[in-house]
């Protein structure tokens, strides 16, 4: 059995109807939404090791309670523009940064 | 819905249609222009842009292959909900509909005034010029090059729409009320778009010639 390389962080694709996206538009046309998804194992920082350091005994030793991520995340560094779309009620909607363009690791 | 009790489910082709727009990125693009463009309120009046509405419409049209822009528009339906939404593609609410119905022939003469309008408006009538002697209706005999040239017309002053959501009846947003002397003209103009056998066989031909296209 081969051992799954995981995947970098990258741009994904699915097709979903308005509906599906949970912003609460009534509307079956079928979009594509892009988003991001995949390991940034390769962009940890020194910052990203003092914080896992500190949040295993760094914190509790100074007193402090603080959560903090302590691994790079795979996000959108961009979105797409605007999307239009025509509702079942025959409304028409335009609206904003549903999917992403670009993804990185921040 | 009643649709998936019985384990059916619904051919909307003006729905296959979008999505084909929606996941392509150019049409996806024009597409979101026209449409923004079309439902934005002006400041000033409350009411939409229509002269913006009309230009990026014709941007639509103009640049969108006619593989996407024709589904959309010419989509075959048998139900009110596909037609509701093939009558709302131009965004009529912006683009064709006004309070009161202008003469026709008002219409014609500011087109004419136009020069993109004026050759629009006779290469629609050229291409949709219907014969009662030729096989399929249209003196030209080609139904793809009646369907562009009223595509054409799209965003222009004599914009045609599906009149209702129940029939694929189309006409300006125009009347030959009041028209006088040339009321005879008047509904010859009319007729090319509300009784034309060319662009009937045409709109017609379009939703059975591509039946057998797959649906992605």
Same mark, same amino acid.
């Given at each position: 059995?081969?051992a +799954?390389?995981?995947?970098?962080?990258?741009?994904?694709e699915?097709e979903?109807? @308005?509906?599906?996206?949970?912003?609460?538009y009534? /509307?079956?046309?079928? @979009?594509m939404?892009?988003y991001c /998804?995949?390991?940034?194992?390769?962009?940890?920082?020194n910052?990203d090791i003092?914080m896992?350091?500190?949040?295993?005994?760094?914190f509790? *030793?100074?007193?402090?309670?603080d959560k @903090?991520?302590?691994?790079?995340?795979c996000?959108?560094?961009?979105?797409? *523009?605007?999307f239009?779309?025509?509702?079942?009620? /025959? +409304?028409?909607?335009?609206?904003?940064n549903v999917?992403? *363009?670009?993804c990185?690791c921040? | 819905?009643?649709d998936s009790d019985?384990?059916?489910t619904?051919?909307? !082709?003006?729905?296959?249609?979008? $999505?084909?727009?929606?996941?392509?990125?150019?049409?996806q693009?024009?597409?979101t222009?026209?449409?923004?463009?079309?439902? $934005?309120?002006?400041?000033k009046?409350?009411?939409?842009? !229509?002269? $913006?509405?009309?230009?990026?419409? =014709?941007r639509?049209?103009?640049?969108v292959?006619a593989d996407y822009?024709?589904?959309?528009?010419?989509c075959?339906c048998?139900d009110? %909900?596909? &037609?509701?939404?093939?009558?709302?593609?131009?965004?009529?609410?912006?683009?064709?509909?006004?309070?009161?119905k202008p003469?026709?022939?008002?219409?014609?003469?500011?087109?004419?005034a136009d020069?993109?309008?004026?050759?629009?408006?006779?290469?629609?009538?050229?291409?949709?010029?219907?014969?009662?002697?030729?096989a399929?209706?249209?003196n030209?005999?080609?139904?793809?090059?009646?369907?562009l &040239?009223?595509?054409g017309?799209?965003?222009?002053?004599?914009t045609?729409?599906?009149?209702?959501?129940?029939t694929?009846?189309v %006409?300006?947003?125009?009347?030959c009320s009041?028209?006088?002397? !040339?009321?005879?003209e008047?509904d !010859?103009?009319?007729?090319?778009?509300?009784?034309n056998?060319?662009? =009937?066989?045409?709109?017609?031909?379009f939703?059975?010639?591509?039946?057998?296209?797959?649906t992605v």
């Amino acid at each position: 059995k081969r051992a +799954r390389r995981p995947k970098p962080c990258s741009l994904r694709e699915l097709e979903l109807t @308005v509906s599906e996206l949970g912003l609460g538009y009534e /509307s079956d046309e079928t @979009v594509m939404l892009r988003y991001c /998804s995949g390991k940034c194992a390769a962009h940890r920082h020194n910052y990203d090791i003092t914080m896992e350091h500190m949040m295993r005994i760094g914190f509790r *030793k100074k007193g402090r309670k603080d959560k @903090v991520s302590n691994k790079p995340c795979c996000r959108p560094t961009a979105f797409e *523009k605007d999307f239009s779309f025509l509702d079942n009620k /025959s +409304r028409y909607h335009t609206i904003q940064n549903v999917s992403a *363009k670009n993804c990185g690791c921040a | 819905t009643a649709d998936s009790d019985v384990g059916m489910t619904t051919v909307n !082709r003006c729905l296959d249609a979008a $999505k084909a727009c929606n996941v392509d990125d150019l049409c996806q693009k024009l597409r979101t222009e026209y449409v923004s463009a079309c439902i $934005k309120p002006t400041a000033k009046s409350g009411l939409c842009n !229509r002269h $913006k509405c009309n230009k990026a419409l =014709r941007r639509f049209f103009d640049r969108v292959p006619a593989d996407y822009t024709h589904e959309l528009l010419f989509c075959p339906c048998t139900d009110t %909900a596909c &037609a509701e939404r093939r009558r709302q593609t131009i965004v009529p609410g912006c683009s064709y509909e006004s309070v009161e119905k202008p003469n026709c022939i008002t219409q014609t003469r500011i087109c004419n005034a136009d020069y993109v309008c004026r050759s629009r408006l006779a290469q629609f009538q050229y291409d949709c010029e219907p014969s009662k002697t030729s096989a399929n209706g249209c003196n030209q005999g080609n139904y793809g090059a009646c369907l562009l &040239a009223y595509t054409g017309l799209l965003g222009s002053t004599i914009t045609p729409n599906y009149v209702d959501n129940s029939t694929s009846s189309v %006409a300006p947003w125009c009347s030959c009320s009041a028209s006088g002397s !040339r009321r005879e003209e008047c509904d !010859r103009f009319l007729g090319y778009f509300n009784d034309n056998i060319c662009l =009937r066989n045409a709109l017609m031909a379009f939703g059975s010639e591509s039946d057998q296209q797959p649906t992605v």
